[in-house]
T-cell receptor, first 114, second 112 residues
Framework: NAGVTQTPKFQVLKTGQSMTLQCAQD?????MSWYRQDPGMGLRLIHY???????DQGEVPNGYNVSRSTTEDFPLRLLSAAPSQTSVYFC?????????????FGPGTRLLVL | KQEVTQIPAALSVPEGENLVLNCSFT??????LQWFRQDPGKGLTSLLL?????REQTSGRLNASLDKSSGRSTLYIAASQPGDSATYLC???????????FGTGTSLTVIP
């Protein structure tokens, strides 16, 4: 199993540009989520999904869109990038989100918005 | 809203020492608490998961405890090694919704 994969590893955008961060997992996990990690603030949940076709907002959803058309993929879209979205983005998954389950993380995408 | 705090933010110890990392949370209505390790420029690796009904979990030199009533967890690392140098994060899964809340982490340096 490749686990949780993310592309790209690094991206530079100009303010106002849009882009999609890709996340895929091959573990047949139902629950997937996106976090951003900023210095001094820890990881904060952006959006999550409990299964194909179902998404919900996390703590900091503004400026981001998600969709879940398949179990495997959970892309994160930045509609109009802003410098405040400069961060490291992590995708994570668990089998079904139950209390006994470990979260698995991807390697992250470093985004710089100029 | 759940607040998760980790103190200290950074810790430096000589090789071989036993050490304790602390995590506190404000809302005791949690499903579980997880400890993660993060190496520079890398993703997070799960170390231990404690369900809300459990008091502790052990894996090798690591032992994590949970006191839900006081909103505290500790990660005990025995006989520390330079390879243990990393940032350690704790996260709680809350009962309302499906959200996880992370602390800001403790950066550990083990000096050979």
């Amino acid at each position: 199993n490749a686990g949780v994969t993310q592309t790209p590893k690094f991206q530079v955008l100009k303010t106002g540009q849009s882009m999609t961060l890709q996340c895929a997992q091959d573990m047949n996990h139902e629950y997937m989520s996106w976090y951003r990690q900023d210095p001094g603030m820890g990881l904060r949940l952006i959006h999550y999904s409990v299964g194909a076709g179902i998404t919900d907002q996390g703590e900091v959803p503004n400026g981001y869109n998600v969709s879940r058309s398949t179990t495997e993929d959970f892309p994160l879209r930045l509609l109009s990038a802003a410098p405040s979205q400069t961060s490291v983005y992590f995708c994570a998954s668990t089998l079904s989100g139950r209390a006994t389950e470990t979260q698995y993380f991807g390697p992250g995408t470093r985004l710089l918005v100029l | 809203k759940q607040e998760v705090t980790q103190i200290p933010a950074a810790l430096s110890v000589p090789e071989g020492e036993n050490l304790v990392l602390n995590c506190s949370f404000t809302d005791s209505a949690i499903y579980n608490l997880q400890w993660f390790r993060q190496d520079p420029g890398k993703g997070l690796t799960s170390l231990l998961l404690i369900q809300s009904s459990q008091r502790e979990q052990t894996s090798g030199r690591l032992n994590a405890s949970l006191d839900k009533s006081s909103g505290r967890s500790t990660l005990y690392i025995a006989a520390s090694q330079p390879g243990d140098s990393a940032t350690y994060l704790c996260a709680v899964k809350v009962r309302t919704g499906n959200q996880f809340y992370f602390g800001t982490g403790t950066s550990l340096t083990v000096i050979p």
